[in-house]
Every structure is written in structure tokens, then in C-alpha cells.
């Protein structure tokens, strides 16, 4: 016989959620948003190093909000699990809607068994081929995975700047206009960005088995202009 | 498989061979067959723009068992891997090479440096030689924009990596095309004067080493050109091979054979 006490079920699920809600809004947003040519990731980090979005695959991407040391070990386990994968089959069957899959799973694990749920959140894109579409999955800090449609956006106050974001943003367009409709809903109408404050990353066929890119400041800038 | 996590004292890092290993991979494991295909000959030569290599197509197991294999492929950007020895050894090799190099590139989000790369392969190559009568012998070679200069790098079967400063051969027809290499080289070679000696060597090869495939112009299959400078790994387009060893076929046929005292 376990000697503990009884806890509300519904208590502590709130409990966790408060928590990790309140880690994940300290931290700043990351929109991701499909374009006429790719998908679009774009977040405010004020480190030109410490990164935030990545390439997971050929064509998956990864974003992670909260805190670092969490979603980067995520970030790595998604770079093994999709080279191993690609290793075994080929490198065709890595499949970001199974990656969202095991990251909401471990995810969903952690917020109702571990001490301590985690403080992330979690966008995986994919850029779509004959195979497989071009898509934007949301993992949230209790394991809840959405399919979004056009746009996601994670971390920070996300509502507000999904709700600002929809306001220019209604049909998918030039990378320059979702750039820059990005850039507007992070900021809001008091405040504004410097380039090297935005992490900027694209998943665009450029040719290359490769299409994950890190767009310089040199780029970004370009593309407010 | 679900998500490969690790905790900090057991997390394999950004090498995915070691990685590979910790969830009990072994794609270099014992074998006992001796009737398996080779692959033969791979010449790389050092010139003022960085690394050319050349290999043929020919796979042996006592019969032809392919014509057309490709022993050279981009490891990455600047990175060419060669293999000579087991065909399944080695292109098991070059698939593990490609990927763990851009598997540690995706994890630290930096580019492994060239002897990096090199160092990388020893203990891979040991492991396999040791334990396995299935031999494989890679090369690599690069552009290595950190120096800005092409290097060189082999291995013994043991897998000592040695740095080259010259050029390099493995496999079977290396001491025919080693003869050729050691009487045309120069240091100070242009980018086209190391095909052209590169091309003569493998033909020397190929005319020689009963296992290396020279030039097939019935089947228009024609030996494999690679330029390693700073705009990456580019392979020569097969016409233009093809053109360039029918011209040194050309000028054999003229002198029915016979080199005569010079590369030609």
C-alpha cells in the first residue's frame, strides 16, 4: 500500500498546467506559417547561438519554447529518431506527423507521471512533396498535438499574437509578406524589433535534398524592407 | 522505437555511430563469406584548387558482379568518401560517413572540420577489420575550407589515418596507377593537369589490374571524375569522361599499347 495522500485528480492536473503555462508565457513567441514557397519559422531570440529553430530532416523543422535545456533535449531526440529512421527504411518514410506523434506521447508522459511537468512547447514542420503535405503540428506541455492549418504559434502571449497574426494574415502569401505579418504580430503596434533580436528559419525547395535554411540578419533585413 | 532520450550521463552526443551502438546496431558485425564482391580501384591526386579523384566501375567476386558501381560519393559539401575492398562493407561505409556527418552538424549546429571527419573513420575501420574477414579500405578527401588547401587522407587496414600530401590510391590496381602517379606529379598541378594525370593512372590501371574496369565504350560506362575545390564536391559529367579517356585510348592505339617512355 502506497502510504500518500489522496489527491484531487482534477487538482493536480491544474496544478501542473498552471505551472507549466506560466513557464512557457515567460518566454517569448515563435510563429511558424506556411508560404506560397515553404513553411516559415520565425521567433524573437536575442542569442545568435543559443537556437530556438532547427532542421530536423530534409524537410522537417523544429521550434521549441520554454525552457532551453527541455525542448533542446527534445530537439535532439528528433534528430536521432528521424537520421535513425531514415538510416533503417529510407530516408523517404521519415515522417514529421510520426515525430509530432512521439514528442506529444513523451510529452503527455511527462505532464501526468513525472514530478514536474515540462515547461515546453513544441512546432514541427514539414515541408510537403508528392508524399506528404505541408504541414505545422503544435505539441502543447501536457501532450496535446493540433494540426494547424495555416499558422501556429507557440510561447510568449501566444493568443494575442496568433489574434494579430490572423488579422493580416487570412491566405497564404509571398515569404516577404508572412515575414513581415510575423514580425508585426510579435511586436504589436507599440513596440518594435531589431533584426538581430529575430531567429529566422525556412523549410524551401531550393533544389537540394536539404531544405531547411537559416535565413542571415543580412536577409531578414532585406525582407522588412 | 520511440523518442531516443537520454539523460546526461548516457547521452551518446552528437555521434550517431556511438548512438547506433547504444541502441545495439551493429552494421559492421561479423561475416564469414569470402565469395562477395569487390571493389577495386580509387585515385585521388592534390592540385593547386584542392583534391581530383577518379575511380572505376568494376565490382569483382571471381566473375564481373557490376559495371557501373559508384566507389566515390559527396560525404558532404566538401567531402568526397572512396572505398575499395567488401562492396557491402563499403557501402555500408559511406552511408554511416554521410550520416554521421550531417547528423553532428544537425545536433551542434557546426561543421565537423576535415580531420575531424578523418579521425572520425579510424576506430569505424579498425572495428570492422578486426573482427570481420569482409576488408574495406576507404579514402577520404576534401576541400577543407578551414585551410583553405585539398587534402588527403588513408587508411591501412588497421585504420591508421595518414594525411597525403601528394595524392593517394587504394585498391587493387594501386600499383599500376602508383607507378604512373609517382612519375607525373608535381606540386604544383592545375585543376585539369590532375584529370589528366588522374585519368592516365586509372588507365594504367585498368589495362593492367585484371579486377579494375577500364573505360567501357561498348556500354558508354566511363570511370567516375570528381573536382573537390572551394565550390564543393562536383563530379564531371559522363560525356566529357568518356571524351577524355577515348582520347588517351586514341593515342594508346596509335602506338599500339606501348606508353614509350612517357605519360600519354
Given at each position: 500500500?502506497?502510504?500518500?495522500?489522496?489527491?484531487?485528480?482534477?487538482?493536480?492536473?491544474?496544478?501542473?498546467?498552471?505551472?507549466?503555462?506560466?513557464?512557457?508565457?515567460?518566454?517569448?513567441?515563435?510563429?511558424?506559417?506556411?508560404?506560397?514557397?515553404?513553411?516559415?519559422?520565425?521567433?524573437?531570440?536575442?542569442?545568435?547561438?543559443?537556437?530556438?529553430?532547427?532542421?530536423?530532416?530534409?524537410?522537417?523543422?523544429?521550434?521549441?519554447?520554454?525552457?532551453?535545456?527541455?525542448?533542446?533535449?527534445?530537439?535532439?531526440?528528433?534528430?536521432?529518431?528521424?537520421?535513425?529512421?531514415?538510416?533503417?527504411?529510407?530516408?523517404?518514410?521519415?515522417?514529421?506527423?510520426?515525430?509530432?506523434?512521439?514528442?506529444?506521447?513523451?510529452?503527455?508522459?511527462?505532464?501526468?507521471?513525472?514530478?514536474?511537468?515540462?515547461?515546453?512547447?513544441?512546432?514541427?514542420?514539414?515541408?510537403?512533396?508528392?508524399?506528404?503535405?505541408?504541414?505545422?503540428?503544435?505539441?502543447?506541455?501536457?501532450?496535446?498535438?493540433?494540426?494547424?492549418?495555416?499558422?501556429?504559434?507557440?510561447?510568449?502571449?501566444?493568443?494575442?499574437?496568433?489574434?494579430?497574426?490572423?488579422?493580416?494574415?487570412?491566405?497564404?502569401?509571398?515569404?516577404?509578406?508572412?515575414?513581415?505579418?510575423?514580425?508585426?504580430?510579435?511586436?504589436?503596434?507599440?513596440?518594435?524589433?531589431?533584426?538581430?533580436?529575430?531567429?529566422?528559419?525556412?523549410?524551401?525547395?531550393?533544389?537540394?535534398?536539404?531544405?531547411?535554411?537559416?535565413?542571415?540578419?543580412?536577409?531578414?533585413?532585406?525582407?522588412?524592407? | 522505437?520511440?523518442?531516443?532520450?537520454?539523460?546526461?550521463?548516457?547521452?551518446?552526443?552528437?555521434?550517431?555511430?556511438?548512438?547506433?551502438?547504444?541502441?545495439?546496431?551493429?552494421?559492421?558485425?561479423?561475416?564469414?563469406?569470402?565469395?562477395?564482391?569487390?571493389?577495386?580501384?580509387?585515385?585521388?591526386?592534390?592540385?593547386?584548387?584542392?583534391?581530383?579523384?577518379?575511380?572505376?566501375?568494376?565490382?569483382?567476386?571471381?566473375?564481373?558482379?557490376?559495371?557501373?558501381?559508384?566507389?566515390?560519393?559527396?560525404?558532404?559539401?566538401?567531402?568526397?568518401m572512396a572505398i575499395s575492398g567488401s562492396a557491402a562493407r563499403g557501402i555500408q561505409f559511406i552511408r554511416i560517413a554521410q550520416l554521421s556527418f550531417e547528423h553532428y552538424e544537425k545536433m551542434t549546429s557546426s561543421i565537423l572540420s576535415l580531420e575531424g571527419k578523418a579521425n572520425f573513420l579510424?576506430?569505424?575501420?579498425?572495428?570492422?577489420?578486426?573482427?570481420?574477414?569482409?576488408?574495406?579500405?576507404?579514402?577520404?578527401?576534401?576541400?577543407?575550407?578551414?585551410?583553405?588547401?585539398?587534402?588527403?587522407?588513408?587508411?591501412?587496414?588497421?585504420?591508421?589515418?595518414?594525411?597525403?600530401?601528394?595524392?593517394?590510391?587504394?585498391?587493387?590496381?594501386?600499383?599500376?596507377?602508383?607507378?604512373?602517379?609517382?612519375?607525373?606529379?608535381?606540386?604544383?598541378?592545375?585543376?585539369?593537369?590532375?584529370?589528366?594525370?588522374?585519368?592516365?593512372?586509372?588507365?594504367?590501371?585498368?589495362?593492367?589490374?585484371?579486377?579494375?574496369?577500364?573505360?567501357?565504350?561498348?556500354?558508354?560506362?566511363?570511370?567516375?571524375?570528381?573536382?573537390?575545390?572551394?565550390?564543393?564536391?562536383?563530379?564531371?559529367?559522363?560525356?566529357?569522361?568518356?571524351?577524355?579517356?577515348?582520347?588517351?585510348?586514341?593515342?594508346?592505339?596509335?602506338?599500339?599499347?606501348?606508353?614509350?617512355?612517357?605519360?600519354?
Amino acid at each position: 500500500m502506497s502510504n500518500s495522500f489522496y489527491v484531487n485528480p482534477e487538482q493536480l492536473v491544474n496544478d501542473k498546467a498552471q505551472f507549466a503555462q506560466k513557464g512557457i508565457s515567460r518566454g517569448k513567441s515563435i510563429i511558424a506559417a506556411i508560404y506560397d514557397q515553404g513553411v516559415l519559422m520565425l521567433g524573437e531570440n536575442t542569442s545568435a547561438s543559443l537556437n530556438k529553430i532547427s532542421e530536423i530532416y530534409d524537410r522537417i523543422a523544429f521550434a521549441g519554447v520554454g525552457k532551453y535545456n527541455e525542448f533542446d533535449r527534445l530537439r535532439e531526440a528528433g534528430i536521432r529518431w528521424a537520421d535513425n529512421t531514415g538510416y533503417v527504411y529510407s530516408r523517404e518514410d521519415v515522417d514529421a506527423r510520426a515525430l509530432a506523434n512521439f514528442y506529444a506521447q513523451h510529452i503527455g508522459d511527462v505532464f501526468s507521471e513525472g514530478m514536474k511537468p515540462l515547461e515546453v512547447e513544441i512546432l514541427v514542420s514539414q515541408l510537403g512533396n508528392e508524399l506528404r503535405p505541408t504541414k505545422i503540428y503544435r505539441v502543447a506541455y501536457e501532450g496535446t498535438i493540433s494540426d494547424e492549418p495555416l499558422f501556429a504559434v507557440v510561447g510568449g502571449e501566444a493568443e494575442e499574437v496568433k489574434r494579430r497574426f490572423a488579422l493580416t494574415t487570412s491566405s497564404v502569401t509571398s515569404l516577404v509578406e508572412t515575414v513581415k505579418s510575423a514580425v508585426l504580430a510579435l511586436t504589436g503596434p507599440d513596440r518594435t524589433l531589431a533584426v538581430e533580436d529575430l531567429e529566422v528559419g525556412i523549410l524551401e525547395d531550393k533544389g537540394s535534398r536539404r531544405t531547411f535554411q537559416r535565413l542571415s540578419d543580412d536577409r531578414v533585413r532585406e525582407l522588412l524592407s | 522505437m520511440g523518442l531516443p532520450l537520454f539523460n546526461s550521463m548516457t547521452d551518446p552526443g552528437p555521434n550517431f555511430f556511438e548512438y547506433m551502438q547504444s541502441v545495439g546496431h551493429q552494421p559492421f558485425g561479423q561475416g564469414a563469406m569470402d565469395e562477395q564482391a569487390h571493389a577495386t580501384t580509387v585515385i585521388a591526386v592534390r592540385c593547386n584548387q584542392g583534391v581530383v579523384m577518379v575511380a572505376d566501375r568494376q565490382a569483382t567476386a571471381a566473375y564481373v558482379a557490376s559495371r557501373d558501381i559508384r566507389k566515390i560519393e559527396a560525404a558532404d559539401r566538401f567531402t568526397a568518401m572512396a572505398i575499395s575492398g567488401s562492396a557491402a562493407r563499403g557501402i555500408q561505409f559511406i552511408r554511416i560517413a554521410q550520416l554521421s556527418f550531417e547528423h553532428y552538424e544537425k545536433m551542434t549546429s557546426s561543421i565537423l572540420s576535415l580531420e575531424g571527419k578523418a579521425n572520425f573513420l579510424s576506430p569505424i575501420i579498425q572495428n570492422n577489420n578486426f573482427n570481420s574477414p569482409l576488408y574495406v579500405v576507404p579514402m577520404l578527401a576534401g576541400f577543407d575550407p578551414n585551410h583553405n588547401t585539398g587534402r588527403i587522407f588513408e587508411y591501412d587496414g588497421a585504420g591508421g589515418c595518414y594525411e597525403r600530401s601528394d595524392f593517394n590510391v587504394i585498391g587493387s590496381g594501386t600499383q599500376f596507377a602508383e607507378g604512373a602517379l609517382r612519375l607525373g606529379f608535381r606540386p604544383d598541378l592545375d585543376l585539369e593537369e590532375a584529370l589528366e594525370l588522374a585519368a592516365l593512372a586509372l588507365y594504367e590501371a585498368g589495362d593492367n589490374d585484371p579486377s579494375t574496369g577500364g573505360p567501357d565504350f561498348v556500354r558508354h560506362i566511363y570511370p567516375i571524375m570528381v573536382t573537390l575545390t572551394k565550390d564543393g564536391f562536383q563530379e564531371i559529367e559522363g560525356d566529357a569522361v568518356g571524351e577524355r579517356f577515348r582520347r588517351i585510348n586514341d593515342r594508346r592505339a596509335e602506338s599500339r599499347g606501348i606508353a614509350g617512355g612517357q605519360l600519354r
